[in-house]
Every structure is written in C-alpha cells, then in structure tokens.
C-alpha cells in the first residue's frame, strides 16, 4: 500500500505548516506559561477550514477525509499540542457526534455554526467516576414537559468554559446499563448548565479544560441525538475516529520534539566536534525517528479505512496506542539528547515533553486500548 501523500494533500500539510509557524509558533510559550486559551486563533483557523475538516461543505465543512485530518493535525501539533487538540476535540468529538449522529435539524443548527467557527465545540462522556469506565456514568436524564431535565457534571472537557455547543451523555433508564445512556445537545442559553473548576495542568496547558455542570437544566426532546438508549454505542463509536486524531496529535508532538533533538545535536560541541557524531545521539535520533515513522503509516492506515468506510477500531486503537506511547518516549529522549538545557524552558524540548503524557491518558488511556485490541483479535 502506498501512504505517500498525493499534490493536494501535501500542499495542505505545508500550508499549515506555514500557518502554524507564524501565526502559533512565536507565542506557543508565553500561551503555556500563562495557561492562556488562544481563542483569538479561532477566526484563522476557520478561515483555513480547520475547525470543519471532515464534514461537507453543504455543512460549511472543508469536504476532507481523514488523511488529510490527520496530516492537518500532525502538522499543528507539531508546533503546538494544545492548538492540535482543540482542533482535534472540536472536529472529531462534538462536531463529528453532531454530523454522525444528528438530524439535518440539529445539523443546520449547530453544525453549521461549529464548521464555520462561530464557537468552540465541547464533548462531554467522563465523569469523577466515570473514566475508562464510560457506562458507570451517573449523570441523569429525567423526562419531563417535552423534554429532560439534567442533573450531574463532566469532567476534563476541552472547551468547557469557551464553548457554546457541547455534546454530553446522560443515564435515561438505570435499569438498562450502557443501554440506558443517551446523548444530548447543551447549548450556553440552557439555564442550569455552567463551567466550572478550570484544571491546572502538566502539559497542554493552552488547551481549555473544565468541568461543565448541570443543575435542572431543562434540554428539549428536540436536542436528543439519535434514541433513547443509544448514547453510549455513539459515543464508543465516535471515540474510533476520535483515535485517529490523539495518534495524529502524538506523531506531531514526537516530530517536534525529534526535530528539536536534532537541531540541538547538530549545534552543541562537547569534546570538540557536535554532539550528532556520536554515534551513542545517532542511535537516540536513528530508534526516535524510526518509532515516529510507524506511528505515523500506522495512524494513515486507521485515517484510510476511515475515508474507504470499512471497519478501523483495532487500527484506530493501536495506532493511538503506539503513537501516544513514542510521543512519551521521543519527546524524553529529546530531553536527554539536550541534557541539563532539555529540563529548561530555554529549549522547547520540556514542553513536548509535558504535552506527549496526556496523548496516552486522553480519548482511552494505552490500557483501554489494549483491551479495545484484545477484544477485536479475540473475536470468534
């Protein structure tokens, strides 16, 4: 099979390259430092047609597939992890469970104004104790008037505070377990649902994440998604393609963190001559590029199956397992190639650094996609 990017593809890829290093690169660590959300992106970015990538243009989508997603947010992260993954959230959570799962009402509605960049998208599944395990879900839906009226919170979701549209799960029939869970669209003028407490992170520190609670908040029948009971088969089936973009964003931040490794090893001179002709950095830079390399046929492979509409969860879940774990693992050697600069803020390679860990926390920690894998080559 052949993943060489074709002209179109490859003129995308360099066009946000050329976007991200002027327009994100010169203020990617004063954003980090101050935990500044750079909704000030949001109008250029739109104006790309990076926050509707993967949706129809009847949708005011970019009418992409999803090679050219993951090129797109590869190149983003590659910059700015925090960047990438609201791009990432906003397309493939929100937007794409609306375009999924929605009806042309709800589509005209709130898609239109997602893929155009009127506001930030949010998708709300974990819960305090709700995590890798997505069906113990407490959130609750009770019918009322028309509609239902919402009790319960979500936890870390991108966009909580600057979002005006958030797709969120809630429990509508206890008895029925996973079978009881639906999906809702939230919007801000629903009275009783708020952000709240903004989380003080490691990495990714420009990338919004709060909690969002519901206190009676009233949401009409109208804004269910799909019926009653369907909201956790949605929400797994949405997560499939949400993998393909964490694995993206891994191979982006790993090829950052492995550019910066070989641009420190070429200029630092230690025993008179630059550290890259030793052949202990070689071995370093050789293992970092060859590991980003899989990553990256792995995540257009899953990204390919995904455009031709065949089956990718296994290749979803191992391309993010993988991607996300060589992200960890280039972006440590990128700090041990600079040595005692690799743990300042002089250089960029800490901040690849902090940003790769949540790669393999987010959208299924590497242990939920191992059993995602299991349980795909274990099929009878």
Not at 90 to 96: A, D, F, M, P, T
Not at 270 to 299: N, V
């Amino acid at each position: 099979m052949n993943f060489e990017l074709n002209e179109e593809q490859l003129q995308i890829k360099y066009s946000v390259r050329e976007f991200a290093e002027s327009e994100i690169k010169p203020k990617v660590m004063e954003w980090d430092e101050t935990q500044h959300f750079p909704d000030e992106l949001r109008p250029k970015l739109a104006e790309l047609g990076l926050l509707g990538v993967i949706f129809p243009e009847e949708y005011g989508g970019a009418g992409m597939g999803y090679v050219e997603y993951a090129t797109i947010i590869e190149e983003i992260a590659r910059v700015c992890g925090s960047v990438g993954l609201s791009v990432a959230a906003h397309n493939s959570l929100c937007s794409n469970h609306i375009y999924t799962f929605g009806s042309e009402e709800q589509k005209k509605k709130y898609l239109n104004p997602l893929t155009q960049g009127e506001s930030w998208g949010a998708w709300g599944l974990t819960e305090s104790q709700a995590g890798s395990d997505a069906s113990g879900t407490r959130t609750n839906a009770i019918r009322e008037n028309g509609g239902w009226r919402v009790n319960g919170s979500k936890n870390f979701i991108t966009h909580a505070i600057s979002c005006h549209t958030l797709v969120a799960v809630a429990v509508t029939d206890k008895s029925k377990g996973n079978k009881g869970i639906t999906a809702f669209i939230f919007d801000k003028s629903m009275e009783g649902f708020r952000p709240d407490k903004k989380e003080n992170k490691v990495g990714m520190r420009a990338s919004e994440t709060a909690s969002v609670v519901f206190e009676d908040c009233y949401v009409p029948d109208e804004n269910r998604l799909g019926n009653e009971g369907e909201g956790f088969l949605q929400a797994m089936k949405i997560l499939d393609g949400g993998r393909i973009s964490i694995a993206a964003l891994s191979v982006g931040i790993a090829q950052g963190a492995y550019e910066a490794a070989v641009k420190y090893a070429k200029e630092r001179q230690q025993f008179g001559k630059p550290i890259s002709e030793f052949q202990a950095i070689q071995f370093k830079l050789a293992d970092m590029a060859t590991k980003i390399e899989c990553a990256r046929l792995l995540t257009l492979q899953a990204a390919a199956l995904k455009d031709a509409g065949k089956k990718h969860t296994r290749e979803s879940a191992m391309a993010k397992l993988f991607a996300s774990e060589t992200a960890v693992q280039v972006a440590e050697e990128s700090v041990q190639i600079h040595g005692g600069y690799g743990y300042t803020k002089d250089y960029p390679a800490e901040k690849y650094w902090r940003d790769s860990k949540l790669c393999t926390i987010g959208e299924g920690t590497s242990e939920i996609q191992r059993l995602v894998i299991a349980k795909q080559l274990l099929k009878s």
